[in-house]
């Protein structure tokens, strides 16, 4: 059953580049940063390919944020999505919000699934997925993750993790919990949250590239889509955490040992 | 105002992390005036409810055969109607996989904007603000949520767990839920048993990352004599010698022990934003220019096939 799978593509700082506070407390230093695809987000536009490979459809990528977010939607489409959605809008927007415009794009796309990363690094709140799929009414799988080794055959073959009945009506995910291994089943439509080790990224091929090129990129204002875009989550101010400084080396386990227990006392 | 936190519970026991939740659903009433409730939900959760109202809260027990397993679609409706009831401004959870799963829903249901993995609070009052790390640890926020109601989840090792006091009360909460309309099946669960401690919960965790390659003996040999939780690096998890759930780090576990035992962990970012709350960090590396001798109150250049055993011979004959 051929499937319609909307997916999201972030702009992120690149986990690479050293992240300072300015000194104003109103933001981060931009300069000499890196940008990139959420990870998370990646590892969602990879299962949505896989879907569409095994069962057919389209697979519509879509990026929140300022005109440099094209580049991320451009790495998307080079890794294999067939058309990209821009919601401009410049500057942080929080998750309740994110998701309020995602209804929007869902309203008008109307995918069979919403595949977002579990979180996205920059502001790390795991929330958009949760809220979409409150807001539509949907079912949820969040972190949804697998098991088996990304050594795994499934793996090279580039299997889905995500398993779709033959009926197309139902998905099959799991999901790590406290204490064990969770699989749940959801209805389609649906939102699933990506975690870690669902799947190993693909690199974008060359011909995949020059492809992305030409591939659909429509761009939308998030002003016009009828959104309140005032933040509920309201930065007062950032911060560098307490610096932990190291306190050296010891020279052998017996001075290791020594210090454990009479300086540190944790032993 | 008044904070209702959800209290999580597992095997018919209540989870640990659910008594540091409420221990800053205390503090947040304290600091804005107001009373502090939990709600338990599942099937068959008296006994959960009990031990929660020992510890002198006021609980409000969900139970119902639909809410046996912790389905976020279905839980959600439920939480968000005691919200409303009590009129509680604040609601929160840990930020466990379920705490993280359905928080977000309630949040939506309530029209509230949602804190995660709180770490501490500020100011009282209309104006108390909430503390939470961003870009992996590297940043302290302090954000304000400015709904009339406020979410949120909270990282359990940053508060102390609520002791037990004078007794609480448990009340009912009339339920009606069908898990069908939320089309959403719970088909099964694979529990993970370890005889060690938990992982966020234990004293002194021992973890093994790249320089193991792929030979935890020594780290499990060292966790086991020190009774010990066992983690691993990103590294070792994704090269499949490990369990995921013994991953420590910004999309890991977040643990804060005593002692931290890292060894043939180089130290990635991502990898100190789960372990940093450490008390005491201990490093074994080979290479002496490893990032993780940077935060590391004791750092041992050497071979960890060569350091942990002797250190477990340490252990053993200190008996």
Redesign the interface.
């Known amino acids: 059953m051929p499937l319609k799978l909307l997916v999201t593509a972030k702009r992120v700082?690149d986990?690479e580049s050293k992240?300072?506070?300015r000194p104003d407390g109103a933001g981060?230093v931009t300069e000499g940063v890196n940008y990139k695809l959420n990870p998370?987000d990646e590892i969602a536009v990879e299962e949505a390919l896989r879907l569409k490979e095994r069962h057919g459809g389209e697979v519509v990528v879509l990026s929140i944020g300022g005109e440099k977010s094209q580049t991320e939607l451009r790495a998307a489409l080079a890794m294999g999505a067939d058309r990209g959605v821009l919601v401009r809008h410049d500057g942080p927007l929080?998750?309740?919000v994110v998701?309020a415009l995602l209804q929007k794009v869902v309203e008008a796309e109307k995918p069979d699934l919403v595949l977002l990363g579990?979180?996205a690094?920059?502001?790390?709140?795991?929330?958009?997925?949760?809220?979409l799929?409150?807001?539509l009414g949907?079912?949820?799988v969040?972190?949804a993750?697998k098991?088996e080794?990304?050594?795994s055959e499934a793996e090279q073959k580039k299997e889905p993790g995500l398993l779709l009945a033959a009926d197309g009506k139902t998905l099959?995910a799991m999901?790590?919990?406290?204490?064990?291994?969770?699989?749940?089943?959801?209805?389609l439509p649906?939102v699933v949250t990506t975690?870690?080790?669902l799947n190993k990224p693909r690199f974008a091929s060359l011909p995949g590239i020059m492809k992305a090129k030409k591939k659909e990129l429509k761009e939308l204002q998030a002003a016009a889509l009828g959104v309140d875009l005032?933040?509920?989550?309201?930065?007062?101010?950032?911060?560098?955490?307490p610096e932990?400084?190291?306190?050296?080396?010891?020279?052998?386990?017996d001075e290791?040992?020594a210090?454990?227990h009479e300086e540190?006392k944790?032993? | 105002m008044n904070v209702l936190i959800v209290a999580e519970h597992g095997g018919g026991t209540l989870r640990k992390a659910s008594l540091h939740a409420l221990a800053a659903g205390r503090e947040i009433a304290r600091r804005t005036g107001g009373a502090l409730h939990a709600v338990v939900l599942g099937k068959g959760v008296g006994a959960v409810a009990e031990e929660l109202a020992r510890h002198g809260v006021s609980v409000h027990a969900a139970d119902a055969p639909g809410l046996e397993h912790p389905l976020a679609a279905v839980q959600a409706p439920v939480v968000a109607d005691l919200a409303r009831a009590l009129q509680a401004t604040f609601v929160g959870a840990a930020a466990t996989a379920q705490g993280k799963d359905l928080l977000p829903r309630v949040a939506a249901r309530l029209d509230a904007g949602m804190a995660s993995d709180v770490l501490g609070l500020a100011g009282e009052g209309q104006q108390i603000a909430f503390r939470r790390p961003m870009w992996a640890g590297n940043v302290l926020a302090e954000v304000e949520i400015a709904t009339p109601v406020k979410v949120f989840t909270v990282r359990a090792t940053e508060f102390p767990a609520l002791a037990r006091e004078e007794a609480g009360t448990v009340q009912p909460v009339a339920v009606t839920v069908d898990p069908a309309a939320q089309r959403t099946r719970h088909l099964g669960f694979r529990e993970l048993k370890s005889e060690r401690p938990d992982l966020t919960e234990a004293r002194v965790v021992v973890a093994g990352g790249r320089g193991t390659k792929g030979d935890f003996k020594p780290v499990e040999a060292l966790a086991d004599a020190l009774g010990a939780a066992v983690g691993a690096s990103r590294a070792a998890v994704d090269a499949g010698w490990v369990p995921n759930d013994w991953q420590v780090g910004q999309t890991g576990k977040v643990v804060a022990p005593d002692l931290y035992v890292a060894a043939g962990i180089s130290g990635a970012i991502q990898h100190l934003a789960g372990m940093k709350g450490a008390k005491v960090i201990v490093a074994v590396n080979k290479d002496p220019e490893a990032p993780i001798f940077q935060i590391a109150d004791y750092g041992l250049v050497g071979d960890l096939f060569q350091v942990l055993p002797a250190l477990v011979a340490k252990v053993k004959a200190s008996r």
């Open positions: 700082e986990p992240i300072r506070v981060i998370f929080d998750p309740s998701s579990k979180q690094i920059d502001d790390d709140q795991n929330q958009a997925g949760q809220y799929a409150e807001r949907w079912p949820q969040t972190s993750s098991t080794s990304l050594e099959t999901r790590e919990v406290d204490g064990g291994v969770e699989t749940l089943e959801v209805g649906a975690d870690l080790r005032a933040p509920r989550v309201v930065v007062r101010r950032l911060a560098a955490p932990r400084k190291g306190g050296g080396k010891v020279k052998d386990v290791l040992w210090k454990l540190a944790v032993l």
